[in-house]
């Protein structure tokens, strides 16, 4: 097979020309940044926890790219086009990779409690009463529904019209793409709910298959794209992650989250990352295998 790119998280290679092998890495990213250090069995417990995800859609109705494992940490998928100028995708173009990531968020926590607190998001925009004074790990009056760039350096929101206009999208695939995630989400959240997890947060992406149909890709419902809260804290009032999550408290918890962003917003050179200590290094990799066996119901070994 032909080496086509190393991702942040992902290695890509040509089958064929109408189909790719992603090769799950141990690598993990935050805040756009590769962390030097490996997490192991990680690649593995987000590829076969991805396989279990398109599973459930396939049975549900839902379209996605997923073929086949081809080895634990590797799936073969339907190859679509990635179009990196806006300029070039049109409401006919088929078969490409919608240039966007579909946020759905449940509480006000994380990045979205930040915007919060910094009056950046309004309650009324959550499905609050203006004035509502938002709490940490609030339950949203209704799915708090948000897209970033896909393409792009470092992600930034969009709103529903530029998203639009730089994807190609008419009202009708919009709304298409808000039904299919939150379809998606429906089966995410049951699921998870029963195996004693609280489904928090997660991130999607699509593309148009050659036909023009809407197709669910890459990856989700893994402790990469999403954050889970185990349900007998939440219920006690606490808010215990198994997600990459525990990994960007780390970063913020030694002031780097703090360094970078004020970097990126002075545009000044961002900070390198450093590694992870040992023991977080082992302790985010029991979080992604007990969270895999979690989510599946499946033994990793």
Not at 127 to 137: D, L, M, N, P, Y
């Amino acid at each position: 097979m032909d080496f086509i790119k190393k991702g942040k998280v992902k290695n890509v290679y040509e089958v064929d020309e109408n189909t790719l092998e992603f090769e799950f890495s141990d690598r993990v990213s935050v805040f756009d940044k590769v962390i030097p250090s490996d997490i192991p069995h990680k690649g593995e417990t987000l590829c076969r926890t991805s396989a279990y995800w398109f599973g459930k859609c396939s049975k549900a109705g839902i379209r996605n790219h997923f073929i086949k494992l081809s080895a634990p940490n590797k799936m073969h998928v339907k190859r679509v086009n990635v179009i990196k100028d806006y300029a070039q995708i049109t409401p006919s173009t088929k078969n490409y990779l919608i240039p966007l990531e579909v946020i759905v968020r449940y509480f006000a926590y994380g990045s979205l409690f930040d915007r919060i607190e910094s009056g950046e998001v309004k309650p009324e925009a959550l499905g609050f009463e203006a004035g509502h004074q938002v709490k940490k790990g609030e339950e949203l009056p209704e799915p708090f529904f948000e897209v970033t760039t896909k393409l792009e350096k470092t992600d930034r929101n969009l709103s529903k019209e530029e998203a639009m206009k730089i994807s190609g999208l008419d009202k009708d695939d919009w709304d298409a793409l808000r039904e299919t995630t939150l379809k998606i989400d429906q089966i995410i959240n049951k699921e998870v709910l029963g195996r004693g997890l609280v489904h928090v947060d997660g991130k999607k992406e699509f593309a148009f298959d050659a036909e023009r149909e809407l197709m669910v890709i890459d990856t989700f419902g893994t402790a990469d794209e999403d954050r889970f809260w185990i349900l007998e804290d939440f219920n006690n009032g606490k808010y215990v992650e198994k997600s990459k999550e525990f990994v960007r408290q780390y970063y913020r918890q030694t002031g780097y989250h703090e360094a970078l962003y004020a970097a990126r917003k002075a545009g000044k050179p961002e900070p390198d990352i450093p590694p992870l200590p040992k023991d977080k290094i082992e302790a985010t990799s029991r979080i992604y295998v007990d969270l895999f066996e979690q989510l599946t119901g499946e033994k990793f070994r």
